[in-house]
């Protein structure tokens, strides 16, 4: 099979998924650490109330997969630098308790409806003992997040410096209005939180989210927390991914050991063995439709904005797995074509 005939599958693949429902656009990159090999976008980035299409310069809420992309790279710098080392403890939680998400701490919490976000997990967030298992939880990630504003000043700033500039990316936070034509809408109206969580809060949002955090608990601190807030193209996403895995970001060391399991199904910061990857593979997932896997040498970006214009139950997982597949073979297909 040719690599147009494999990419022309994958496309066929995600316009289905657009056509069912399951997310109004799609934008992605994949290839290897040597860089993009193949990159599209399909579908509309603006739906209601009006339509935009998406590009391959769409920006996108990437959602969680800022817990790997922006604040697991700054922990693991901060270690390599000595600024701290991961059995340190923050708050009465060891860094390596934070990244593998084994501190017992609960899920969620709405901290916005709290005096303070500290308060709210120091009142309300232990849940089981520390260690005794793995519960993925924001909260972890919002402690990483105070922990950098202290080791590096503040934490968007650190995220430039170290990360995007270095790179030469766009990536960013609270992205300025200017940018709204570009980037991908997500929920009409701030409906899942209060709707899932039972939460009875004044201030939620009501109209389109469209370049504001989809996430709750970051826009009202602010525009992120540490677990989402950054905005980002697939291209992006991808640059800092292979950057990361050739050891540009963090020593090499602390990739692989990153990308060890160090709890059921976590590494630091990553998770491990993603769906349709390789046992090796580390990656992350966001809220929004987002995702980003390393698996070896390839990398795969799937951004996607399944939540607009509201957030349906669309099992984003099967569609992941058949994304990594059908992307497995447009990359074996070009390095066959190579070594030809």
Not at 7 to 19: G, M, T
Not at 210 to 216: E, I, L, R
Request: proline letters at 6%; a neutral charge.
């Amino acid at each position: 099979m040719t690599s147009a005939y494999c990419a022309a599958v994958l496309d066929s693949f995600l316009r289905r998924e657009i056509d069912l429902g399951s997310f109004p656009s799609a934008s992605y990159a994949i290839g290897t650490v040597d860089g993009i090999v193949h990159a599209n976008a399909l579908g509309n980035a603006v739906a209601v109330p009006l339509r935009i299409p998406a590009t391959t310069e769409t920006i996108y809420d990437c959602a969680s997969t800022t817990k790997v992309l922006v604040t697991t790279v700054l922990i693991l710098q901060a270690v390599a630098e000595g600024r701290l080392s991961l059995d340190d403890e923050y708050r009465g939680y060891t860094f390596r308790e934070l990244l593998t998400h084994t501190s017992g701490l609960r899920a969620w919490l709405p901290t916005f409806t709290y005096p303070s976000v500290l308060e709210a997990i120091e009142r309300d967030g232990p849940e089981h003992p520390r260690g005794s298992r793995v519960t993925y939880s924001d909260l972890n990630f919002y402690l990483l997040y105070f922990a950098l504003n202290e080791v590096f000043g503040d934490y968007r700033r650190a995220a430039r410096e170290r990360i995007f500039e270095p790179l030469g990316i766009q990536a960013c936070f609270d992205p300025p209005e200017s940018l709204r034509p570009r980037i991908a809408a997500t929920e009409w109206g701030q409906r899942f939180e209060p709707r899932t969580f039972s939460v009875a809060f004044a201030g939620f949002r009501q109209g389109l989210m469209w370049g504001d955090v989809n996430d709750g608990n970051s826009y009202h601190a602010g525009g992120t927390l540490g677990n989402a807030g950054l905005f980002a193209t697939a291209a992006e996403a991808f640059r800092i991914a292979q950057a990361y895995a050739r050891g540009e970001l963090v020593p090499r060391e602390l990739v692989e050991e990153a990308a060890r399991a160090h709890a059921p199904g976590r590494g630091l910061g990553w998770a491990v063995e993603g769906p349709g990857l390789s046992p090796r593979s580390f990656g992350h997932m966001g809220f929004t439709g987002t995702s980003v896997w390393i698996d070896g040498p390839g990398i795969y970006v799937l951004l996607t904005n399944r939540v607009h214009p509201c957030a349906a139950p669309i099992a984003m997982q099967p569609v992941r797995s058949e994304f990594h597949r059908l992307s497995s073979r447009v990359l074996s297909s070009r390095s066959s074509l190579r070594t030809k």
